[in-house]
Nanobody, 122 residues
Framework: VQLQASGGGLVQSGGFLRLSCAAS????????MGWFRQAPGKAREFVAA????????GYADSVKGRFTISRDNAKDMLYLQMNRLRPDDTAVYYC????????????????WGHGTLVTVSS
């Protein structure tokens, strides 16, 4: 399985970005997907998750109401729309594929992309 995240960059506080993740290697629609992030000097943390069909989503409290996770199973693509960005959203963002149809726990994820850097300036 290969996961390629893109869409990161430098944005001002209050701005927006849309991250994308292209998946290949196994049937994308069979697995839950998630976004995680890791800020400098901090542990990797959960951001958002989506079920195999897209009907169930979950978010970290810190991003709820600002970020939206979505997927397009016809294109094997995962997305993260990030609005009202804040400086504390600055991190490398990783997309990941779980072992199951939905999971929001780090331990459920078995495949990881290389990450894309998001920098939010104040």
């Amino acid at each position: 399985v290969q996961l390629q995240a893109s869409g990161g960059g430098l944005v001002q506080s209050g701005g927006f970005l849309r991250l994308s993740c292209a998946a290949s290697g196994r049937t994308f629609s069979n697995y839950g997907m998630g976004w995680f992030r890791q800020a400098p000097g901090k542990a990797r943390e959960f951001v958002a998750a989506i079920s195999w069909g897209g009907g169930t989503t979950g978010y970290a409290d810190s991003v709820k109401g600002r970020f939206t996770i979505s997927r397009d199973n016809a294109k094997d693509m995962l997305y993260l729309q990030m609005n009202r960005l804040r400086p504390d959203d600055t991190a490398v963002y990783y997309c990941a594929q779980s072992r199951s149809i939905y999971c929001s726990d780090y331990g459920c994820y078995e495949y990881w992309g290389h990450g894309t850097l998001v920098t939010v300036s104040s």
